[in-house]
């Protein structure tokens, strides 16, 4: 068992090694685990929503275990401990009842100390890194690892309306402490009519050219600030999907917006050393 406290003081900076991203074409096997239909029935019992029959009898969607578990090798190797990993996701995994991200510290070399982010929207991403930021800049670890994941089944009707993946994506950031300078900030208590004035004040501090990696939903809401644009489709990763593709070079922001939270968020890397030739943006298969 792990236990642990807040970072100590700053003594460095997190760095990004690299980025690995996949996209899973096939259907994880626990979609057609018969113990998935009365867990999701008791989850949504309280809140009225009703099943989705047609997606439990079809057995689709991806269980983040089983995905982020597949690219851990491309992120690192077995000589390679990790000190820490942390798992972010908005949409619940597929496989209920496991502590995936402990399970992926089983996996994955040096066993590090594992955590999950959610509940923040496309902002989990976000938090995983400033935590990841603050333990390796206190010199708490030395190796980490941020998943972003997202799966697009959702195996009951939504309450209110909430962007659903079109396929099931995952996307691995290694950080150490020698590499690229990453910095994160997030805004709270955002409305809408304020998105775009806060990130062009956050994109001119910069002090020098930087491209804008957003998300589609935080296009509309601040037009003309993007430079590039997320597949809407991966509502969740799209932007990371966007550094791991590669082809940005010099100083990038990496901003999304969670209008259910009011949450503004940006990360800026200077990717002028980043190893495009440890991407790899393959779409693969899982059996």
């Given at each position: 068992?792990?236990?642990?406290?807040?970072?100590?003081?700053?003594?460095?900076?997190a760095?990004?090694?690299?980025?690995?991203?996949?996209?899973?074409?096939?259907?994880?096997?626990?979609?057609?685990?018969?113990?998935?239909?009365?867990?999701?029935?008791?989850?949504?019992?309280?809140?009225?929503?009703?099943?989705?029959?047609?997606?439990?009898?079809?057995?689709?969607?991806?269980?983040?275990?089983?995905?982020?578990?597949?690219?851990?090798?491309?992120?690192?190797?077995?000589?390679?401990?990790?000190?820490?990993?942390?798992?972010?996701?908005?949409?619940?995994?597929?496989?209920?009842?496991?502590?995936?991200?402990?399970?992926?510290?089983?996996?994955?070399?040096?066993t590090?100390?594992?955590?999950?982010?959610?509940d923040?929207?496309?902002?989990?991403?976000?938090?995983?890194?400033?935590?990841?930021?603050?333990?390796?800049?206190?010199?708490?670890?030395?190796?980490?690892?941020?998943?972003?994941?997202?799966?697009?089944?959702?195996?009951?009707?939504?309450?209110?309306?909430?962007?659903?993946?079109?396929?099931?994506?995952?996307?691995?950031?290694?950080?150490?402490?020698?590499g690229?300078?990453?910095?994160?900030?997030?805004?709270?208590?955002?409305?809408?009519?304020?998105?775009?004035?806060?990130l062009?004040?956050?994109?001119?501090?910069?002090?020098?050219?930087?491209?804008?990696?957003?998300?589609?939903?935080?296009?509309?809401?601040?037009p003309?600030?993007?430079?590039?644009?997320?597949?809407?489709?991966?509502?969740?990763?799209?932007?990371?999907?966007?550094?791991?593709?590669?082809?940005?070079?010099?100083?990038?922001?990496?901003?999304?917006?969670?209008?259910?939270?009011?949450?503004?968020?940006?990360?800026?890397?200077?990717?002028?050393?980043?190893?495009?030739?440890?991407?790899?943006?393959?779409?693969?298969?899982?059996?």
């Open positions: 068992m792990f236990t642990s406290g807040p970072p100590g003081p700053p003594v460095g900076t760095r990004l090694v690299s980025a690995h991203a996949r996209v899973f074409a096939e259907t994880s096997p626990t979609a057609l685990d018969p113990a998935l239909r009365p867990f999701l029935a008791d989850l949504v019992r309280p809140y009225g929503n009703t099943l989705r029959e047609d997606l439990l009898t079809e057995g689709v969607g991806h269980s983040f275990g089983e995905m982020a578990e597949a690219m851990l090798p491309a992120a690192v190797g077995p000589d390679e401990p990790v000190d820490l990993l942390v798992l972010a996701f908005a949409m619940h995994d597929l496989r209920l009842g496991r502590a995936t991200a402990c399970y992926l510290s089983d996996q994955c070399p040096g590090p100390m594992a955590f999950a982010v959610c923040q929207g496309s902002g989990a991403a976000f938090t995983a890194l400033r935590l990841t930021e603050s333990y390796l800049g206190s010199g708490a670890c030395e190796r980490a690892l941020v998943v972003v994941v997202e799966q697009s089944a959702l195996h009951y009707e939504l309450g209110e309306p909430a962007p659903i993946p079109d396929r099931h994506t995952g996307v691995v950031l290694r950080l150490e402490g020698n690229n300078p990453l910095r994160v900030g997030q805004h709270t208590g955002v409305d809408a009519q304020r998105v775009a004035r806060l062009r004040e956050d994109v001119d501090r910069l002090g020098r050219q930087a491209t804008v990696i957003a998300s589609s939903r935080l296009a509309e809401a601040a003309g600030v993007a430079d590039v644009i997320a597949d809407a489709g991966q509502p969740y990763t799209g932007i990371w999907w966007e550094l791991a593709e590669g082809g940005h070079d010099g100083l990038v922001v990496l901003a999304d917006y969670e209008p259910s939270l009011g949450l503004l968020c940006a990360a800026t890397v200077d990717l002028s050393t980043v190893d495009h030739s440890a991407v790899d943006s393959t779409a693969v298969a899982v059996a």
